[in-house]
């Protein structure tokens, strides 16, 4: 079985730039999540997708960050413009969500930013 | 709201020494309890979990009970190997409501031969 797959896995860019994640989850996820990472930090929740509709995104800096889930399979996340701040492992994870519910996220390796 | 607050590492053990890493969570309503572990170089997977009070989740050598009157739940394994080392992420989640997972901080587990 396919896992969540995340690119481009590392992005260098300069402050003020923009920057587009993309990651397609696991065939028949109905959930799925990005999480910004922080050098020694726990995940931090950005956006929760159900399908393609939007659940959370209440930590998502709008002013800035951008994402969606066409047709509620894959999904891109977007920085514009970039922060200093903004470096970060970007994770994106799915879930059965509402059916079959093993309680298990799925993640991807990571998309790693560094803004300079 | 909801939290999760697990023990600073780094955390340095010989090999064969017994490990525990500490967790408690903040909590309305009765989540449910993870431990993920990631390995360097790879994404987080699940190592662990239990979905309701006195249950004992297992896997790879590693423990933990979920216990309610003290909010915790702790990791533990008998005898940690080099291939242990990793960090460790506590998470939470309602699993009968909005799946929104919460993680904690993360603990650096680093095991020498």
């Known amino acids: 079985e396919a896992g969540v797959a995340q690119s481009p896995r590392y992005k260098i860019i300069e402050k003020r730039q923009s920057v587009a994640f993309w990651c397609n989850p696991i065939?028949?996820?109905?959930?799925l999540y990005w999480y910004q990472q922080i050098l020694g930090q726990g995940p931090k929740l950005l956006i929760q997708?159900?399908?393609?509709?939007?659940?959370?995104d209440s930590q998502l800096p709008k002013d800035r960050f951008s994402a969606e889930r066409l047709k509620g399979v894959d999904s891109t996340l977007k920085i514009q413009p970039a922060k200093l701040e903004d470096s970060a492992v970007y994770l994106c994870?799915?879930?059965?969500?509402?059916?079959?519910?093993?309680?298990?996220?799925?993640f991807g390796e990571g998309s790693r930013l560094t803004v300079l | 709201g909801n939290s999760v607050t697990q023990m600073e590492g780094p955390v340095t053990l010989s090999e064969e020494a017994f490990l525990t890493i500490n967790c408690t969570y903040t909590?309305?309503?009765?989540?449910?309890l993870f431990w993920y572990v990631q390995y360097p170089g790879e994404g987080l997977q699940l190592l662990l979990k239990a979905t309701k009070a006195d249950d004992k989740g297992s896997n790879k050598g590693f423990e933990a009970t979920y216990r309610k009157e003290t909010t915790s739940f702790h990791l533990e394994k008998g005898s940690v190997q080099v291939s242990d080392s990793a960090v460790y992420f506590c998470?939470?989640?309602?699993?009968?409501?909005?799946?929104?997972?919460?993680f904690g901080t993360g603990t650096r587990l680093k095991v020498l031969a």
């Open positions: 065939s028949g996820h109905a959930t």
């Open positions: 994870a799915s879930s059965f969500g509402d059916r079959a519910n093993t309680g298990e996220l799925f």
């Open positions: 997708f159900q399908n393609n509709g939007v659940v959370d």
């Open positions: 909590a309305t309503g009765y989540p449910s």
């Open positions: 998470a939470l989640s309602d699993l009968s409501g909005t799946y929104k997972y919460i």
